[in-house]
């Protein structure tokens, strides 16, 4: 398994796995959340990561991609209806 990227968050993480799992691609979340620790290491290293099959890499980085580029930014919110 080959690291794709370090989502943001939980929702994040699972929204990009359901679009890999729709192009036939098998993604493994692997959250860095330890309730011993009350999440020291997602502070440290991120909420987690998201891994698949060295040969579906590439076309998983393009997907990701696509996805993460679609995806509506703060600046693109309009909270107060102006």
Do not use: C
Request: glycine fraction near 8%; hydrophobic fraction near 50%; proline fraction near 2%.
């Amino acid at each position: 398994m080959k690291k794709l990227l370090i989502p943001t968050n939980e929702a994040e993480a699972l929204a990009l796995q359901a679009v890999l799992a729709e192009h036939g691609i098998r993604a493994l979340l692997r959250s860095f959340h330890d309730t011993a620790y009350d999440g020291i290491f997602q502070r440290q290293y991120g909420w987690g990561v998201l891994l698949v099959a060295e040969t579906d890499f590439e076309r998983a980085r393009e997907i990701a991609a696509a996805w993460l580029a679609a995806a509506p930014g703060e600046k693109d919110l309009d909270w107060e209806g102006d």
